[in-house]
């Protein structure tokens, strides 16, 4: 089975524009949740969905955003943005809400510049 | 807060030899705790996960336990290979919610 993927793998932005940023969970899994993570630090919690319901936000600006759709992929946006975005961003999936064993992709990483 | 604390932050051992990564978190009342293995660059890749209910968990030549009562849990990776070499990372859960530590980067000598 595929795991967890993401795109893009790498980006390249300027300050001030706007990004998008997509996952797909593993086949059977129904919750996806979204981590940064900034070079040298250990990731940081962003969003959570489940079932296309925001389940968990974590201490991030409403710049961040997220949504999931029908068929349990998702999507994260980031507006308006800031050099201290760039991170690598990380999408986990799990079967279920709770304490399942999560899943994470490869990443994508944001340079803005 | 909760916060996740690894110890120590960097390591280097020659090939062969058994070592420990440690891990502790400030609340007891977590549900489970899961380690991971991270090449640089790179996505996590998990490796073991201990319910709350469990103390130890094993895969091959890594073993995990966990004590809530002290808020600690410990990775061991007996005879240790270059593969080995990459940054460990701790995460309890709470709810679906992963607290990572800062991670351990381990570097193995042949």
């Known amino acids: 089975d595929a795991g967890v993927t993401q795109s893009p793998t790498h980006l390249i932005k300027t300050r001030g524009q706007h990004v998008t940023l997509r996952c797909s969970p593993i086949?059977?899994?129904?919750?996806v949740s979204w981590y940064q993570q900034v070079l040298g630090q250990g990731p940081q919690f962003i969003f959570q969905?489940?079932?296309?319901?925001?389940?968990g936000r974590g201490n991030f600006p409403d710049r961040f955003s997220a949504r999931q759709f029908p068929n349990y992929s998702s999507e994260l946006n980031v507006n308006a943005l800031l050099l201290g975005d760039s991170a690598l961003y990380l999408c986990?999936?799990?079967?279920?809400?709770?304490?399942?064993?999560?899943?994470f992709g490869p990443g994508t990483r944001l340079t803005v510049t | 807060k909760q916060e996740v604390t690894q110890i120590p932050a960097a390591l280097s051992v020659p090939e062969g030899e058994n070592l420990v990564l440690n891990c502790s978190f400030t609340?007891?009342?977590?549900?489970?705790l899961q380690w991971f293995r991270q090449d640089p660059g790179k996505g996590l890749t998990s490796l073991l996960l201990?319910?709350?209910?469990?103390r130890e968990q094993t895969s091959g030549r890594l073993n995990a336990s966990l004590d809530k009562s002290s808020g600690r849990s410990t990775l061991y990776i007996a005879a240790s290979q270059p593969g080995d070499s990459a940054t460990y990372l701790c995460?309890?859960?709470?709810?679906?919610?992963?607290?990572f530590g800062e991670g351990t980067q381990l570097t193995v000598n042949p």
């Open positions: 986990a999936s799990s079967r279920q809400l709770g304490s399942y064993e999560q899943y």
């Open positions: 086949s059977g899994h129904k919750s």
């Open positions: 609340d007891s009342a977590i549900y489970n």
């Open positions: 995460a309890h859960t709470s709810g679906s919610r992963l607290t």
């Open positions: 201990i319910q709350s209910s469990q």
């Open positions: 969905y489940y079932e296309k319901e925001e389940r």
